[in-house]
């Protein structure tokens, strides 16, 4: 018995299932119209709008930003004596490639580059507007920048035009590089800029403390040497100095560089006669403290001038070693094939989608019309009514 029963109830089960397919394959052939008609009209108008809208073009390119190098001045600030103040004179660290790629990413989307692109390639034309927010909004919308994990930056920009896509893509990094320097990016310049900073001040601190001494001198009648002596000693500090700032510039070959080292040599060996011949004069002892004081500030300015000095000279070191130029690996090129729109899938999605609404139409018709046929299913529709009428 409990066997006969399970076997009539599978069979009601698969009668009611294939009734409810039955009852599907009615609805659909009975709303087959709107089921073809549907899919057919929106394959037509998606037709016409894909093949009306121009093909797109990529354009990209690869560069390489600036690295960040070994800092020679932090290397040689450590061993100094002086730690604080060189510590003061080298900066601060800098961060990793990633931070650093990142940088360079935030500087191509930022609005000054958005506005130096649009000037310099006169896109308000292109995209037919003077409105600066909207043609920012559309060149942004066509770049895009990426950073990769070997330390790359790729850069993408679509047009409708190709070789206005490679020019963008290309621009781009042109103005970078041209931007590089003024936004000191790297770390190397920033040091090196702030050095030759300091290094002007130290001169200038040098040289007041120089002039300080010789008005003392001048006023107080405390003379160490001769007039001809100090007068020497001026000329050979100055020459130092000169000496000190062309081997910045130049090499020991350069003609500047051997005329001022020789006019050092020829200063140093008048002083030596002129030494031998003279010896202390002094006019006026109580005055020997202030002179100690004046001297000492000198030589502190001396010590500040050949440390700031030294640290100039390492800084530039740490620039020409950092590679500041940005190195472009894959310049772009005018893109032979378009990279869009994909008409073929545009149009095929659009009828899929159509074909399923319509679909879901002729459900809701069918199940409409039979709420309307019940009189059961219709006085419940206007009580539901009653209840959501406003008054």
């Known amino acids: 018995m409990l066997n006969t029963e399970t076997l009539e109830e599978q069979k009601e089960t698969g009668k009611e299932f294939e009734i409810n397919l039955l009852d599907v394959a009615i609805v659909l052939a009975k709303h ?31 560069f390489m930003p600036p690295k960040p190098a070994a800092s020679v001045s ?9 730690s604080n103040v060189s510590g003061m004179l080298s900066g601060g660290g800098g961060g990793g ?14 609005r000054t580059m958005l506005d130096e692109m649009i000037k310099h390639f006169n896109l308000h034309s292109v995209y037919k507007t003077n409105s600066k927010e909207q043609a920012r909004r ?17 850069l993408q920009v679509t047009d409708t035009n190709p070789k206005r896509a490679a020019l963008l893509a ?4 042109e103005v970078l590089q041209q931007k590089n320097n003024e936004l ?13 900073e300091e290094f002007l001040k130290a001169k200038n601190r040098l040289s007041d403390a120089e002039i300080a001494v010789k008005a003392l ?23 130092e100095r000169q000496l000190s700032e062309l081997s910045i510039y130049s090499t020991e070959n350069n003609p500047d560089y051997i005329k001022t080292r020789q006019k050092l040599y020829n200063l140093q060996a008048e002083i030596g006669k002129a030494q031998a011949g003279s010896g202390y004069i002094s006019k006026a ?22 440390m700031a000095y030294q640290q100039l000279t390492l800084a530039s070191i740490d620039e020409s070693k950092a590679g500041s130029s940005i190195r472009v690996i894959d310049r772009a090129i005018v893109p032979e094939q378009k990279s869009g729109p994909f008409r073929r899938n545009t149009i095929l999605i659009a009828v899929i989608m159509a074909l399923f609404i319509s679909v879901i139409i002729a459900f809701i018709i069918e199940a409409y019309h039979r709420v309307q046929a019940n009189k059961e299913s219709v006085a419940q529709l206007k009580k539901i009514k009653s209840y959501l009428h406003w008054k």
């Open 32 to 62: 087959i119209k709107l089921i073809v008609a549907l899919p057919v009209i929106t394959a037509f108008i998606s037709m016409i709008v894909a093949y009306q809208s121009p093909d797109i073009y990529t354009a990209d390119t690869t």
């Open 170 to 173: 290309n621009g781009y990094v």
């Open 217 to 239: 001198q001048e006023k107080s009648g405390l003379i160490t040497v001769g007039s001809q002596i100090a007068a020497l000693q001026t000329m050979i500090k100055s020459t």
């Open 97 to 110: 490639i990633s931070g650093q790629n990142d940088t360079y990413i935030a500087v191509l989307n930022s």
């Open 184 to 196: 000191a990016l790297t770390e190397a310049s920033q040091r090196r800029r702030f050095a030759e």
């Open 138 to 154: 559309i060149l942004s919308g066509q770049t895009s920048v990426k950073s990769s994990k070997e330390g790359l930056i790729h």
């Open 285 to 306: 002892p109580e005055r020997i403290l202030d002179f100690t004081h004046k001297t000492r500030d000198l030589k502190y300015a001396e010590a500040l001038y050949q």
């Open 74 to 82: 932090s290397m040689v600030s450590s061993l100094s004596s002086l």
